[in-house]
């Protein structure tokens, strides 16, 4: 059973935007927290940013502060990433993480998260 869904990735040129969307389909235990993190090829997964689900904690990397912004709709069950300013070095897959047990996340590891989807490409051109 798939958990996570992203979706809303595409190719875009620099300078553009794009909004990803993930929608949780697990019913056992709602998240205490939403992460994205993105793989661009021959790199690690990195960290970009989380949220509470109750929307009121958020926090970004460096690399994306000030362009990307995170939302979520309780109701839908689903988290947005919205993508401003959006860079060549932002081509990635990118992927939502649930946390539901542990409260807030204190590291950046991807280890923190439970349940993955499994991604949406982003391409950005120069």
């Known amino acids: 059973q798939v958990q996570l869904v992203e979706s809303g990735g595409g190719l875009v040129q620099a300078g553009g935007s794009l909004r990803l969307s993930c929608v949780d389909y697990g019913r056992a235990f709602s998240p205490y927290a939403m992460g994205w993190f993105r793989q661009a090829p021959g790199k690690e997964r990195e960290f970009v940013g989380v949220i509470s689900w109750s929307g009121d904690t958020k926090y970004y990397s460096d690399s994306v502060k000030g362009r990307f912004t995170m939302s979520r709709d309780t109701a839908k069950n689903t988290v947005y990433l919205q993508m401003n300013s959006l860079k060549p070095e932002d081509t990635a897959v990118y992927y939502c993480?649930?946390?539901?047990?542990?409260?807030?996340?204190?590291?950046?590891?991807?280890?923190?998260?439970?349940?993955w989807g499994q991604g949406t490409q982003v391409t950005v051109s120069s």
């Open positions: 993480g649930a946390k539901r047990r542990g409260g807030w996340p204190g590291t950046l590891s991807q280890n923190e998260y439970g349940d």
